[in-house]
């Protein structure tokens, strides 16, 4: 069941395809998040690894993180050459120069899962970001499939929940859509007999200059 109550369809292969990243969205990503060749970046939730791989074959210092080992493994064997890790947190002890990075994108965790403004998931946002370099950038990465209708399937949260809940942070907030091909839109698509493409959007927080505590 979603957040309003729909039960979730199964996806297919098409469903699948529509969430794939398309060149015009990493683009759009990189630019948004002031990634370049050489920045170090940390992929949290990173599922099937696509995001991860894009970034490495970019050029970016890039390790990607899920909570759950088979997803991992199977990220794995996709991209061999990728540095995954199974965890909430890269396993590098706090303090080496490995452990800060200059970009942090969330695409899910559990404490995030049903209380966006609960203890649990603010604590998390606040752990991961003593892992951020003074000056980076968090991101929550939100993906909706429009439907066959008007109706869409929609992510755990909407990106007005996730802006809300960054705001509570310190730095400078901001949500940015993310180009995906042309804006055909929902209803135009379905009158056409096409299916609309995926609609990303980032919820971006700047930290100031200074390092942020967990406390």
């Not at 370049?36 to 099937?48: A, H, Q």
């Not at 946002?125 to 003074?134: M, N, V």
């Not at 509570?168 to 056409?192: A, D, E, M, Y």
């Not at 919820?203 to 505590?213: C, D, F, G, H, T």
Request: net charge positive.
């Amino acid at each position: 069941m979603n957040r309003r109550g729909h039960r979730q369809k199964r996806r297919g292969p098409a469903e699948s395809d529509r969430r794939d990243l398309s060149r015009a969205v990493f683009r759009s990503l990189i630019a948004s998040l002031k990634i370049n060749i050489g920045s170090r970046v940390l992929d949290v939730g990173c599922g099937s690894g696509q995001l991860t791989q894009r970034l490495h074959a970019f050029g970016v210092d890039v390790l990607g993180l899920a909570e759950s080992a088979e997803t991992i493994r199977e990220a794995r064997q996709a991209f061999p050459t990728v540095p995954f890790q199974v965890g909430r947190f890269p396993q590098i002890p706090l303090g080496h120069p490995d452990a800060e990075f200059e970009v942090i994108v969330v695409q899910g965790l559990s404490p995030y899962a049903d209380n966006l403004f609960g203890a649990a998931a603010f604590r998390m946002t606040a752990d991961l970001l003593c892992s951020l370099r003074p000056n980076g950038r968090f991101a929550f990465l939100n993906v909706v499939i429009p439907g066959p209708d008007t109706e869409q399937d929609l992510p755990s949260h909407s990106i007005a929940c996730y802006a809300r809940h960054l705001s509570f942070f310190p730095g400078v907030c901001r949500v940015c859509h993310l180009p995906n091909g042309p804006t055909t839109g929902v209803v135009l698509s379905k009158i056409l007999g096409q299916r609309a493409p995926a609609i990303w959007r980032l919820a971006i927080l700047k930290i100031p200059s200074e390092r942020l505590s967990a406390e």
